[in-house]
């Protein structure tokens, strides 16, 4: 099993349990059919989290690399030195 993969599931099972809990609440302006809504807004929640979790997790994740992959060790350096010496100083003053 790919990390993507592990990755989806994981947003499936998130969304799905969100979109259980939203088709919950929802469910009491109209209570007669609070199973269907309930129901209905999980398995919604569970395609949208399998299908669009790579989106926010591993694509983003797999650019960043890539870029980084084409700066200059320089460049790398430099913007590392500048985090840490921006982290101490907002480590300081608070």
Known sequence: MSFEFILRIIGMIVLAV???????????????????TTLVFSLVGALTGLILTPYFTTRPARAIRAMLGRMSAESLFAGL?????????AALLA
């Not at 969100?18 to 269907?36: C, T």
């Not at 030195?81 to 100083?89: A, D, E, N, R, Y």
């Open 81 to 89: 030195t500048g985090l840490i010496v921006g982290l101490l100083i």
């Open 18 to 36: 969100s979109g259980g809990l939203w088709g919950f609440q929802i469910s009491r302006f109209v209570p007669e059919d609070a199973v269907r």
